[in-house]
C-alpha cells in the first residue's frame, strides 16, 4: 500500500472554501517572518483518495469486530454495541470533571451503584473505581497491603507469587519495596500446599494469587492456601485478571480473598488490546477499606458528594475519579445482563474453553488435562519435536487463516505454550473453523513444515524481526 505522501499531487485539495470577501494583507506585516514555513511536506490529496487511503489502512487491523481472537488471558470479548451508545451520551461525556458535586449527583450515582454491583458480584466489602488498569489496580492492592502492615507496626518484607503469575504481579510488589518470593506449581498445576507451608512465614505480607489461574484451572487447593497465609498473619490478594470465568458461581471475598482488582476492559465490556483506556477497580475486606484511595463517594441524606475525610487513606491514584467512560459502559454491561445474564457469560465462556480443549487435545500436547475454566494451555512441544515447528510458527501460520494468534509462551511453566480463551461470545461454528484451522496447521507441521515456518503469507509484511520493529520502527517516508 502507498503512504499517503506518495498519492499526493501539487494541487490537489479535499475541501474548498469560499473566495474570501474580507481584504488580503500580507501576513508577514503580522507575524515574524521565522515562525512561517513553507518547508512543511503535507500531502495534498482529493476527499475520495483520503477517505480510501485510512479506509484501507484501517482494514490491515484486526479487532473483534472483524475476527475470532482468543487471546489467552486478555478476555477479547465482543462487547455489546449498545454499552458504547450508553457510554457516548452528552450528559456523561460534557460533565465537567470539576463540575459541583451538586450538578454530577446522576454520575455520581452511576459510580456508587457500580462499585455496590461489584461488591455483591465478588464478595467484597468495598471497591474503588480510581485505578486506570488491571496492573495499576494491582499496584494500588499491594499499597493498600502495605499501609495495613505498617498500621500493625508490622515490617513484613515479602510477597509469594506463584510461578504462574502474570509479569505485572511481581512488578507491583517489588515497585511497593517488597521482595518476591516464586511459589512452585504442582503437577496438577495448583499451588504446591507444601512449598506454600515452607515459604509462609510472619515476614510474608501476601500471597498474590490468580484464580484462576493462568493455566485456566480453579485452584483446587484454595481453603488450605487461604488457612496457610492468614494463619501466618499474611493477606490473600487476587488478580482477577480471570473473573470472566467465576461471574455468578463463586466469590473470591468468600474464598477468602482479602484484595482483588478487576480488569473492566476484559471483563465488562471495554474494548482492548489497542492500549485504549481501561480500568482496574479494586475490592477490599471490610478490614481494608479505611486504606482505599480518596476522595470516595458518600451518600447522606440522600446526596451524594465527595469525601477526603479518611486519614488512613493511601492517598490519590490517579487524577479526578478513574477512567470514567469505562465504568459506564461496564455499568451498563452489568445492568443489561443482571445476575442470570453475567452467570450464563461465565458458563458458556468455561464451556467454550473445555469444547476447544477436548477438539485439540489429541493434536496439541495438553500438559494439564482436566477440566479447564475460561482458557485452556496447550504446547507446541510435540510440534517441535516432530519437525521443528515451533509455537511462534504456528501462531504467525494462524494469521493466514484469518484468527488473531492465541496468547503463546505465556505461561512460562508450559513449554511452547498455546493460552486459547475463545470467550462466551463465540458461536460453534466459529470454534469449530478455528480448531480446524488448528488441526490443519497440526497436519501441515508434519508433511510440509516449511510452509508453517514462513507463515504468514498473506500479510502486508511477513516475518520481521519483532524487536526491531518494536524498538527502530520503520515509519519515516524517504522520497
Ligand atoms: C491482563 C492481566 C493483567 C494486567 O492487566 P492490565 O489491565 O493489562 O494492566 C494482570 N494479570 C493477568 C493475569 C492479566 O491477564
Redesign the pocket.
Known amino acids: 500500500m502507498e503512504l499517503i505522501f506518495e498519492i499526493s499531487k501539487t494541487g490537489r485539495r479535499a475541501a474548498d472554501v469560499p473566495k474570501c470577501d474580507i481584504p488580503e494583507i500580507a501576513i508577514d506585516s503580522l507575524i515574524e517572518k521565522k515562525y512561517l514555513r513553507d518547508d512543511l511536506d503535507l500531502p495534498e490529496v482529493s476527499e475520495i483518495d483520503l477517505v480510501r487511503h485510512y479506509t484501507n489502512l484501517s482494514r490491515r487491523n484486526f479487532g473483534v469486530d472483524l475476527g475470532f481472537y482468543p487471546l489467552g488471558?486478555?478476555t477479547m470479548k465482543y462487547n455489546p454495541k449498545v454499552n458504547e451508545t450508553v457510554a457516548t451520551f452528552t450528559q456523561f461525556t460534557s460533565l465537567h470533571p470539576y463540575a459541583p458535586d451538586a450538578f454530577a449527583q446522576g454520575n455520581l450515582r452511576l459510580l456508587d451503584e457500580t462499585q455496590k454491583h461489584l461488591c455483591d458480584i465478588f464478595g467484597m466489602a468495598h471497591f474503588t473505581l480510581q485505578p486506570a488498569?488491571?496492573?495499576?489496580g494491582?499496584l494500588t492492592g499491594i499499597m493498600i497491603i502495605k499501609k495495613y502492615f505498617e498500621q500493625k507496626g508490622e515490617n513484613r518484607r515479602f510477597v509469594l507469587i506463584p510461578d504462574t503469575?502474570?509479569g505485572?504481579?511481581p512488578a507491583s510488589g517489588a515497585l511497593c519495596g517488597f521482595e518476591t518470593l516464586t511459589l512452585r506449581s504442582n503437577k496438577e498445576g495448583d499451588v504446591d500446599v507444601l512449598h506454600l507451608e515452607s515459604l509462609m512465614t510472619e515476614d510474608v505480607a501476601a500471597l498474590m494469587l490468580?484464580n484462576p489461574n493462568?493455566l485456566g484451572l480453579f485452584e483446587k487447593n484454595m481453603e488450605k492456601v487461604a488457612q496457610i497465609v492468614h494463619g501466618k498473619g499474611g493477606l490473600i490478594y487476587g488478580?482477577g485478571?480471570?473473573a470472566n470465568a467465576f461471574l455468578g458461581k463463586t466469590r473470591p471475598g468468600d474464598l477468602g480473598f482479602d484484595v482483588i482488582q478487576l480488569?473492566l476492559?476484559?471483563t465488562f465490556s471495554t474494548p482492548h488490546g489497542g492500549g485504549g483506556p481501561?480500568s482496574?477497580p479494586v475490592g477490599v475486606s471490610s478490614v481494608l477499606a479505611d486504606f482505599l484511595p480518596v476522595p470516595r463517594i458518600t451518600k447522606k441524606g440522600g446526596i451524594y458528594g465527595w469525601s477526603y475525610d479518611f486519614p488512613l487513606s493511601i492517598g490519590r491514584v490517579r487524577a479526578f475519579y478513574g477512567n470514567f467512560n469505562v465504568v459506564v459502559k461496564a455499568y451498563a454491561y452489568i445492568r443489561s445482563l443482571g445476575a442470570e445474564g453475567l452467570t450464563r457469560a461465565s458458563e458458556m465462556a468455561v464451556l467454550n474453553a473445555n469444547y476447544i480443549k477436548e477438539k485439540l487435545k489429541s493434536y496439541y500436547d495438553l500438559p494439564y488435562d482436566r477440566v479447564c475454566m475460561h482458557e485452556c494451555v496447550f504446547s507446541g512441544k510435540r510440534q517441535v519435536a516432530e519437525s521443528g515447528v515451533h509455537t511462534s510458527d504456528i501462531a504467525k501460520r494462524l494469521i493466514d487463516f484469518g484468527y488473531h494468534p492465541p496468547t503463546i509462551y505465556f505461561p512460562l511453566i508450559v513449554p511452547e505454550a498455546l493460552m486459547i480463551e475463545p470467550t462466551e461470545t463465540e458461536s460453534k461454528e466459529t470454534l469449530d473453523a478455528f480448531c480446524e484451522a488448528m488441526m490443519e496447521i497440526s497436519r501441515e507441521a508434519k508433511e510440509n513444515p516449511q510452509r508453517v515456518k514462513d507463515a504468514p503469507l498473506t500479510t502486508p509484511v511477513r516475518r520481521l524481526d519483532e524487536v526491531l520493529a518494536a524498538r527502530k520502527p520503520d515509519v519515516v517516508w524517504k522520497k
Open positions: 488471558s486478555c488498569a488491571g496492573a495499576h494491582e503469575a502474570h505485572t504481579n490468580t493462568t488478580d485478571a480471570n480488569n476492559h476484559k481501561g482496574g
